[in-house]
C-alpha cells in the first residue's frame, strides 16, 4: 500500500482558496486517490477521486501530476463549514478497504 | 436520499461485558465495512463482507466477531470489553462496482462505544 504523506494542519480565513498537497511516492499503477472529509465525531465523507490530471467537481479539484507521485485536493472560497479533518488515501480499484493515515486538520477562520 | 444507519448511537458497557453493533446499509448495497476511530485517531479497518462473506480482515482483535445478514445489515459483537476498546465504530457501506475505480465508501454517523 502507498503511503502518504500531508501537512498536520493548516489556517485558512474564509473565502480563500486551499490547497493540501499530498504526497505517495510508492503509488502503483492500479492506485486511485481519493479525498474524504471528516467532521468531528461523524463519518467520514468522500470528496473527489482521481487517477491522473484534474478531476473537478461541485465541492473540490483534484489536480495529479503526470508522475502521480502527489496530489493536490483545492476547496474554493473556503467557509467556516469546510472546518474538518481531511485525507488523502491511495488504494486499488475496486472494494478495498481505505487506510487512512494522518489526515490535515482544516481550521477556516472568520 | 437513504443513508447507512447504525445503531444504537450511543452506548455504556463495563469492563468484561459485551456489546452488539447493527449497521443497515444504503439499499442495494452489498458490501460493508467497519471501521473503529479511537479519540484523536485516525479511523482503522477492522472488517468487510460482501455478499454475507468476509472478504478483508484488518485489524480485528480475537474479541470481536462480525456478520452480514441476507438482507445485508451487518452486526459487530464485542466480546469481553476493554477500556480501550472505548472508541466510535463506523459502518460504510459500497456497492461492488466492475473493479475499475475505488468504490466510493458512504458512511453512517457511527456509535459511540464508552466501556467504563
Known amino acids: 500500500l502507498a503511503k502518504t504523506t500531508q501537512p498536520i494542519s493548516m489556517d485558512s480565513y474564509e473565502g480563500q482558496e486551499v490547497n493540501i498537497t499530498c504526497s505517495h511516492n510508492?503509488?502503483?499503477?492500479?492506485?486511485?486517490i481519493t479525498w474524504y472529509q471528516q467532521f468531528p465525531s461523524q463519518g467520514p465523507r468522500f470528496i473527489i477521486q482521481?487517477?491522473?490530471t484534474k478531476v473537478t467537481n461541485e465541492v473540490a479539484s483534484l489536480f495529479i501530476p503526470a508522475d502521480r507521485k502527489s496530489s493536490t485536493l483545492s476547496l474554493p472560497r473556503v467557509s467556516l463549514s469546510d472546518t474538518a479533518v481531511y485525507y488523502c488515501l491511495v488504494s486499488f480499484s475496486g472494494n478495498t478497504p481505505l487506510v487512512f493515515g494522518k489526515g490535515t486538520r482544516l481550521s477556516v477562520i472568520a | 436520499a437513504a443513508g447507512v444507519i447504525q445503531s444504537p448511537r450511543h452506548l455504556i458497557k463495563e469492563k468484561r461485558e459485551t456489546a452488539t453493533l447493527k449497521c443497515y446499509p444504503i439499499?442495494?448495497?452489498?458490501?460493508v465495512y467497519w471501521y473503529q476511530q479511537g479519540p484523536g485517531q485516525d479511523p482503522q479497518f477492522l472488517i468487510s463482507?460482501?455478499?454475507?462473506?468476509?472478504?478483508d480482515k484488518g485489524s480485528i482483535p480475537d474479541r470481536f466477531s462480525a456478520q452480514q445478514f441476507s438482507d445485508y445489515h451487518s452486526e459487530l459483537n464485542m466480546s469481553s470489553l476493554e477500556l480501550g476498546d472505548s472508541a466510535l465504530y463506523f459502518c460504510?457501506?459500497?456497492?461492488?462496482?466492475?473493479?475499475?475505480?475505488?468504490?466510493?465508501?458512504?458512511f453512517g454517523p457511527g456509535t459511540r462505544l464508552l466501556v467504563l
Open positions: 510508492n503509488i502503483a499503477t492500479n492506485d486511485y
Open positions: 460504510a457501506s459500497s456497492t461492488r462496482g466492475s473493479g475499475t475505480y475505488q468504490e466510493t465508501q458512504y
Open positions: 482521481g487517477y491522473k
Open positions: 463482507f460482501y455478499e454475507k462473506m468476509q472478504s
Open positions: 439499499p442495494r448495497h452489498d458490501t
